[in-house]
DNA sequence: CACAAAGTAGACAAATCGGTCTACAAAATA
DNA sequence: TATTTTGTAGACCGATTTGTCTACTTTGTG
């Protein structure tokens, strides 16, 4: 038999990503994950930990996606761009791995519960944390004094950020374009 | 007699910020505004209105926040510096114009309200294009070619959403910091 | 085969949602 | 002074919220 639990996370990821948490009800989730009411909640005690579980989901498939895009890359350096031109090729709905783009999901959950020490919150947190270290793995590679790492490292993590918001709010799908090419600017200096 | 209108308007703003638009019911908001439902309805026939209404007199707030903070600086890269020194205290809970720090308003909306059609989503863009327009102000006064003024404007805008973000999600209260280092890289190669 | 685990549909509960309405009071304005 | 606007408290509406529960069926495993 199918595994009714990921069925179930997978749903409610799709209709949470659509929509963000507070608008969507256990009964569309149920309803379009053709399960009943008491499957979902033999599995998910709550709403929240069904919150928690869509949230290690999304992470799992993100970071595969992104060391994906950014590995076989002849230099950090080309490891970096192809990293911006992954993120353009996903705001203009071309990811097939990350479906189509409603703007970043820990982002989005993260400004819905804002207080720092819900698990919630922390579980956005400790992703983005993941995501930097990814990044900082390239960094690290470039040939730059050690002062320098960090400094590249948060400026990428910021113009990443920048560019996901930008694509979001302001439908602009060429934003991450625009970072890549902030991105050559500042690797040139160094 | 005081502007209940304006109450209830402000009152909503508070309650959205910290909460969001969905986790915040208009009983919630009577309760707070100390208004009766019916005084509400009066002025605004619907919860999205309201909310629309929450939105100019953020924008208001904002916008004049953001042409005081670069006002009077002696060069436009000062201009620029200072607004990433002003979001630096808005982070850290100094402003008090802006308030306690809740992420940005038109942002935390926007990923709410993703239907590029919706009045609420066009508001939260027609906020982001305003903002836009008054730093490529300050650009426009670099002496820089005019092919690098859409080029230096996006970047500033990415690293300003990016820093938000950051300082939303990550709780970085450094963020603001750490982006106008980056401008100031940037700048050096112009 | 027996039994536990995982599944079904959906009624139900208590609370809350956005929104309407009655009936009346106060305040501003012509 | 007369009238209109703006305000009050809160009952009420139908829909929806998260979560519980009953009664029963299917499925996988020891």
Chains 1, 2 share one sequence.
């Not at 869509?54 to 761009?81: G, H, V």
């Not at 996903?90 to 990350?98: A, R």
């Amino acid at each position: 038999m199918v595994d009714k639990k990921q069925i179930i996370t997978q749903t409610a990821f799709k209709l949470f990503a659509q929509k963000g948490i507070h608008a969507v009800g256990i009964n569309e989730i149920i309803k379009e994950s053709k399960v009943a009411k008491k499957t979902l909640y033999h599995h998910f005690s709550s709403k929240e930990l069904l919150v928690i579980s869509t949230l290690e989901y999304r992470d799992d498939i993100f970071l595969t996606w992104m060391k994906q895009a950014m590995a076989k890359q002849t230099s950090p350096t080309l490891a970096l761009s192809a990293l911006f031109k992954a993120l353009d090729r996903w705001f203009n709905d071309k990811s097939v791995t990350l479906g189509a783009f409603y703007g970043c999901f820990f982002i989005n959950v993260a400004a819905e519960f804002k207080q720092q020490n819900s698990d919630i919150n922390q579980a956005c947190q400790q992703h983005k944390k993941q995501v930097r270290s990814l990044i900082n793995n390239y960094v690290n590679k470039l040939q730059i004094d050690n002062d320098n790492i960090d400094f590249i490292t948060d400026t990428v993590c910021l113009l990443k950020e920048g560019c996901i918001t930008t694509a979001l709010v302001q439908h602009d799908k060429s934003a991450a374009r625009q970072a890549e090419a902030a991105l050559n600017k500042l690797l040139l200096t160094i």
